[in-house]
């Protein structure tokens, strides 16, 4: 395991809850192969020797604590106004040199890639991977820029920030389709 991984903490998105899914909570729906998505997602970063903070909307942290009881939760009162508050809320409890922010709807992602990632990151950088020129997740970010994941707010995730620091932004590209595929629909489930 590259020498990062011991400086990195994930952040692992879990409050956002799709319409595009339909009435079914797509965070807890079972994979073809098995496993409910967000733990299928969990695991890969748990592959890869990763201490992990999941962030949930308000009131679910029992909601997940009952299916994982080691696991570092915090609560984004603010998830249901967009991506960016539940970003602030994760990366606020991290201490580590290097955060990787994570998508807890995408399921299929290899831990080869985030090991790669991983081995991609520069003091002071960004690594944003990419899968045929479409960017892609999951992104690490250096402790530089906490603060201003910090203030992120809105739907748009970090993306201002990545246009704002482009200068500091590494594109990795990867051969893994899974960093630009995540579960928006119940046929989603069954795409691997």
Aim: aromatic letters at 6%; charged letters at 20%.
């Amino acid at each position: 395991m590259p020498n990062t991984a011991a400086k990195a903490q994930v952040v692992l998105l879990a409050a956002g809850r799709s319409q595009r899914f339909g009435p079914a909570d797509k965070r807890f729906a079972t994979l073809a192969g098995g496993g409910r998505v967000w733990e299928r997602s969990l695991q890969v970063y748990r592959a890869c020797d990763l201490p992990v903070i999941l962030v949930v909307g308000r009131g679910e942290t029992e909601l997940f604590r009952n299916r994982d009881p080691n696991l570092q939760i915090i609560e984004s009162a603010l998830s249901p106004l967009g991506m960016g508050h539940s970003i602030a809320s994760g990366v606020a409890a991290s201490t580590a040199p290097f955060v990787l922010i994570a998508l807890a709807d995408m399921p299929y992602i290899q831990s080869a890639s985030v090991e790669r990632i991983l081995e991609s990151a520069e003091s002071g950088g960004i690594v944003v991977p990419s899968y045929l020129g479409q960017a892609g997740h999951p992104r690490l970010f250096s402790r530089e820029f906490i603060p201003e994941l910090q203030r992120l707010q809105g739907d748009s995730g970090a993306k201002s920030l990545l246009a704002e620091r482009a200068n500091s932004v590494t594109q990795l590209a990867l051969d893994d389709p899974a960093i630009v595929r995540d579960i928006d629909i119940p046929a989603d489930l069954a795409a691997h």
